[in-house]
């Protein structure tokens, strides 16, 4: 019988009308957009489990960790934050970035309505009271990645304290070393909130247990590749969507186990599509949960999803860090060169993704691209001129879809991809 987490709601100041209602809804869709796909692989069951208790067991699970062991709840919006450090220190990692229009009327009471909608959902999801997960955090820590979300800490550090590191643009010298000494900057942030010293046996446990979790996920990724595809993009892009939530050991265990289950479909040549089917591949801003809405309008035309390049995607879990220095300073110097091969468009120049996207396009064998935008995201609409240039020379068909979290445009960007899926065969 499912556990009444009421009485946890209620003690975290949520409002449990509205929240009843966000569930009730993720309720309806969840099973419409992922219990009705055929031949999912049974390590699935696992992720709809948390997805269906997803305001309740990881919260109620980090709130005991929390009682047990005083560590500290970090709330996070970006992969440049280093996960490593806040587990080396006892603390808890979360991602709170937001998937859903759920909550911007509640952003709109007190921000712009014309943001980006990843930002406007969390916005929201804050000022509304609407997730448990904002709710049992410590501090946040923001970064200086994009403008809106620059000037988005000002505000939400008046309701929640808010730590911000700040990301340089490029990747020079210069900026490394800004990079490094941010990452120290926030180790101090950390050893304060915790009450503890790094050690380098510590900070070398968080990388292990940070870049087995990248290891989970690449095996995933690499299973995708596949013809036919052993799992269907909407399944993959939960589990990538999951590793910002569940607690990281189990995770990565249950990860691995799936990706079993994969590559043993793989070597039996099972796919949950037909080996002709429209092959796509994702690059853009990131797809949080419960933003399903590409994925669902390939894969109900006919195509699949074979992989994402975006943060919700392999910028999340594409390079390690490396584990063997044996110094504080060390490690901190790997983790920022982990950190700074991720190429998000924040970045000038950002060369390294148009190479990245082509490498995974031809090892996925796509047929095509769809570059994904979150509307107002100027860093990925304006990067995707290079893009398209790019991916043309190298014979990539691409088509770049530009949308926020509502449903309206659904029925335009359905004929849009059947087009192109038509185009491409
Ligand atoms: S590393 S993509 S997680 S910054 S989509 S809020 S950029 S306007 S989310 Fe991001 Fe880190 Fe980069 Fe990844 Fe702004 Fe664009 Fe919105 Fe974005």
């Given at each position: 019988?499912?556990?009444?987490?009421?009485?946890?709601?209620?003690?975290?100041?949520?409002?449990?009308?509205?929240?009843?209602?966000?569930?009730?809804?993720?309720?309806?869709?969840?099973?419409?957009?992922?219990?009705?796909?055929?031949?999912?692989?049974?390590?699935?069951?696992?992720?709809?489990?948390?997805?269906?208790?997803?305001?309740?067991?990881?919260?109620?699970?980090?709130?005991?960790?929390?009682?047990?062991?005083?560590?500290?709840?970090?709330?996070?919006?970006?992969?440049?934050?280093?996960?490593?450090?806040?587990?080396?220190?006892?603390?808890?990692?979360?991602?709170?970035?937001?998937?859903?229009?759920?909550?911007?009327?509640?952003?709109?009471?007190?921000?712009?309505?014309?943001?980006?909608?990843?930002?406007?959902?969390?916005?929201?999801?804050?000022?509304?009271?609407?997730?448990?997960?904002?709710?049992?955090?410590?501090?946040?820590?923001?970064?200086?990645?994009?403008?809106?979300?620059?000037?988005?800490?000002?505000?939400?550090?008046?309701?929640?304290?808010?730590?911000?590191?700040?990301l340089p643009q490029r990747k020079d010298e210069i900026d490394r070393g800004l990079?490094?000494?941010?990452?120290?900057?926030?180790?101090?942030?950390?050893?304060?909130?915790?009450?503890?010293?790094?050690?380098?046996?510590?900070?070398?446990?968080?990388?292990?247990?940070?870049?087995?979790?990248?290891?989970?996920?690449?095996?995933?990724?690499?299973?995708?590749?596949?013809?036919?595809?052993?799992?269907?993009?909407?399944?993959?892009?939960?589990?990538?969507?999951?590793?910002?939530?569940?607690?990281?050991?189990?995770?990565?265990?249950?990860?691995?186990?799936?990706?079993?289950?994969?590559?043993?479909?793989?070597?039996?040549?099972?796919?949950?599509?037909?080996?002709?089917?429209?092959?796509?591949?994702?690059?853009?801003?990131?797809?949080?949960?419960?933003?399903?809405?590409?994925?669902?309008?390939?894969?109900?035309?006919?195509?699949?999803?074979?992989?994402?390049?975006?943060?919700?995607?392999?910028?999340?879990?594409?390079?390690?860090?490396?584990?063997?220095?044996?110094?504080?300073?060390?490690?901190?110097?790997?983790?920022?060169?982990?950190?700074?091969?991720?190429?998000?468009?924040?970045?000038?120049?950002?060369?390294?993704?148009?190479?990245q996207v082509i490498e995974w396009v031809k090892a996925s064998r796509a047929d095509?691209?769809?570059?994904?935008?979150?509307?107002?995201?100027?860093?990925?609409?304006?990067?995707?001129?290079?893009?398209?240039?790019?991916?043309?020379?190298?014979?990539?068909?691409?088509?770049?879809?530009?949308?926020?979290?509502?449903?309206?445009?659904?029925?335009?960007?359905?004929?849009?991809?059947?087009?192109?899926?038509?185009?491409?065969?």
């Amino acid at each position: 019988m499912a556990v009444d987490r009421h009485p946890l709601w209620k003690s975290l100041g949520i409002d449990l009308e509205r929240n009843d209602e966000f569930l009730g809804m993720l309720g309806v869709v969840y099973p419409e957009v992922y219990l009705s796909q055929p031949n999912r692989p049974k390590g699935m069951a696992y992720f709809d489990e948390v997805t269906f208790d997803i305001h309740g067991a990881p919260i109620q699970e980090m709130l005991d960790e929390k009682e047990r062991t005083g560590a500290q709840i970090v709330g996070t919006f970006c992969i440049y934050v280093p996960d490593e450090i806040i587990l080396a220190l006892g603390g808890i990692p979360v991602g709170l970035c937001g998937g859903s229009a759920y909550s911007f009327p509640d952003a709109d009471t007190m921000m712009p309505r014309n943001i980006c909608p990843l930002i406007r959902s969390y916005v929201g999801f804050k000022v509304g009271k609407l997730s448990p997960f904002f709710e049992c955090c410590d501090f946040l820590v923001g970064e200086t990645t994009c403008d809106a979300k620059k000037k988005t800490w000002e505000i939400l550090d008046d309701l929640q304290p808010t730590y911000v590191m700040e990301l340089p643009q490029r990747k020079d010298e210069i900026d490394r070393g800004l990079w490094r000494e941010e990452i120290a900057r926030f180790i101090e942030k950390m050893e304060e909130a915790s009450g503890k010293k790094i050690t380098v046996d510590a900070l070398k446990d968080g990388i292990r247990r940070v870049n087995a979790k990248r290891r989970a996920l690449k095996r995933l990724y690499e299973a995708r590749k596949a013809v036919p595809a052993p799992i269907s993009g909407k399944d993959a892009l939960l589990v990538s969507q999951l590793a910002f939530y569940d607690q990281i050991d189990r995770f990565t265990e249950k990860v691995n186990a799936l990706s079993d289950e994969l590559e043993a479909r793989v070597r039996d040549g099972v796919g949950v599509v037909a080996k002709d089917a429209p092959r796509l591949f994702i690059s853009g801003t990131p797809q949080v949960i419960p933003n399903w809405k590409i994925h669902h309008v390939v894969e109900s035309s006919g195509g699949i999803v074979v992989g994402e390049e975006t943060c919700t995607g392999i910028r999340y879990f594409n390079d390690l860090v490396d584990e063997s220095p044996d110094t504080v300073d060390g490690l901190i110097d790997a983790l920022a060169s982990r950190s700074l091969s991720i190429n998000c468009s924040c970045f000038t120049p950002n060369d390294d993704r148009i190479q990245q996207v082509i490498e995974w396009v031809k090892a996925s064998r796509a047929d095509g691209v769809i570059y994904y935008v979150l509307q107002f995201c100027h860093a990925y609409n304006v990067e995707y001129v290079k893009m398209e240039r790019a991916l043309r020379e190298a014979g990539i068909p691409v088509l770049k879809i530009e949308s926020d979290y509502g449903d309206e445009d659904v029925g335009q960007i359905k004929t849009r991809i059947e087009a192109f899926m038509e185009q491409i065969a």
